[in-house]
């Protein structure tokens, strides 16, 4: 994450995750674990939604890291009117419910049609784990 954080020189970290918004413990932890000059933010889908529609890409806002666990709050995103410049995808292991795309990367059946969708809305998706790394197209791998 540091990484990240300095290649694009972000001030605000935000979280989009309905169930994460209510686990006060990790919130505690998420929170300690941001630099100091930096926001942290954790947002369900339909805050993130009301917030993002407000940012203006005019130098004004802050420079924003979005984090997410799977593509499918991407997607509502783009459908409640968030725009994206493009998606990066940097790490979602192997589960039960996911199958392998990419080195480390997985995704369900639900989650690769999610980024099918996404990228039939015109978002480019790369995988790209440190800001170092060549961007890959992700969507031959799915």
Do not use: C
């Not at 929170?31 to 339909?46: D, G, K, R, S, Y």
């Not at 802050?62 to 968030?82: N, R």
């Amino acid at each position: 994450m540091t990484g990240w954080v300095k290649h694009i020189n972000a001030t605000k970290i935000i979280i989009i995750d309905d169930e994460l918004v209510h686990d006060d413990f990790m919130i505690s932890v998420l929170e300690m674990a941001v630099p100091n000059h930096m926001t942290l933010n954790i947002f369900n889908v339909a805050q993130a939604i009301d917030v993002l529609s407000n940012v203006k890409d005019d130098g004004e806002d802050d420079k924003i890291i979005i984090l997410v666990k799977s593509p499918i709050p991407v997607l509502a995103l783009l459908q409640g009117g968030v725009n994206f410049e493009e998606l990066i995808v940097g790490g979602m292991g192997v589960n039960e419910k996911r199958s392998r795309l990419y080195r480390n990367l997985a995704a369900s059946d639900v989650e690769r049609a999610a980024f099918r969708e996404i990228n039939q809305l015109g978002v480019p998706i790369n995988i790209k784990v440190l800001p170092s790394d060549a961007p890959m197209e992700l969507i031959p791998y799915l």
